[in-house]
């Protein structure tokens, strides 16, 4: 199986987030707090990503990376090898996800002189936490709402970015950096705009259980939600997750492309 992809991938998850975390973080006023968690996971996640989809590719269409800008896969294969990326990456993005939610969460804007320490004092704490707590599969919370938000996302994820880079590019040539960047960084708004309403849902389920909140699955999170707060629910976040999607995977599809040409 080849592992460039894999490779590619872990670096470009890497510096695609460096420019996204600052974005993550600014409602919740805590900025570059603890980057070293999720620049190491996400490394983790989007190499699985790259790596699975590329693979999926190969065994679709009997084309390698290399070849594939002469012989273009068709878009059915593009989305098929984009979902199931995105299946198989949740594997590995769910407990860090978790985790991340829960830190994210906790940041105080400001630390009052005799306020309670944070609950979790960093994400090796809060995992052994959580599986003390909440079990093992604590870990997994929210992981179901993670994988539908996920697998279809990611699959158009990949065909944006195909079909921006095929509208700008000379058939059978490689696309410019200027091409690599605006197709990454609108692959990276559609996908997050479609995937918006479900990452509300699944946010509020990994905080569940920190809550004591009970959801009995997916649909009811999503009724009592709606219930409470109306349809507009679905759309929180939205401008923030579009603005954070442009620069993060812009760097990471053009970085992802030059490692690639790079070692041939
Ligand atoms: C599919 N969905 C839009 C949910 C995620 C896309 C992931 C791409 C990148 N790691 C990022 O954090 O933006």
Redesign the pocket.
């Known amino acids: 199986m080849p592992v460039e992809e894999f490779v590619a991938g872990w670096i470009s998850?890497a510096l695609?987030?460096v420019l996204?975390y600052p974005f993550d973080t600014v409602k919740l006023l805590g900025f570059f707090k603890g980057m070293s968690f999720p620049i190491a996971s996400?490394a983790v996640?989007?190499s699985v990503?790259f790596g699975v989809y590329s693979n999926t590719l190969l065994a679709l269409t009997a084309t390698s990376h290399q070849e594939r800008r002469a012989q273009p896969p068709s878009y059915a294969h593009v989305f098929l090898a984009g979902c199931t990326g995105?299946f198989v990456q949740v594997y590995c993005l769910a407990p860090f996800d978790l985790i991340k939610v829960r830190l994210q969460n906790q940041t105080e804007p400001r630390a009052r002189p005799g306020s309670p320490p944070p609950r979790y004092r960093g994400p090796v704490h809060c995992a052994v936490s959580i599986c003390q707590e909440e079990g093992p599969r604590g870990l997994f919370r929210g992981a179901w709402a993670l994988m539908l938000?996920?697998t279809p996302?990611?699959g158009?994820?990949f065909v944006t970015y195909e079909w921006l880079c095929r509208q700008s590019t000379p058939e059978g040539q490689n696309p410019s950096s200027a091409s690599v960047l605006v197709a990454g960084g609108f692959?990276?708004i559609v996908?997050?705009?479609?995937?918006?309403p479900?990452?509300v849902i699944k946010s509020r389920m990994q905080m569940a259980g920190l809550k004591h909140r009970v959801y009995r699955g997916v649909l009811d999170c999503m009724a009592s939600s709606v219930r409470q707060e109306g349809l507009g629910v679905f759309f929180r976040g939205l401008t923030i997750?579009s603005a954070?999607?442009f620069p993060?995977?812009a760097v990471?599809f053009l970085s992802y492309e030059y490692l690639l040409r790079w070692w041939g």
């Open positions: 998850g695609g987030l996204g996400i996640v989007n990503l995105g938000r996920d996302t990611l158009i994820y692959a990276g996908s997050w705009a479609v995937a918006t479900l990452d997750n954070r999607a993060v995977n990471t």
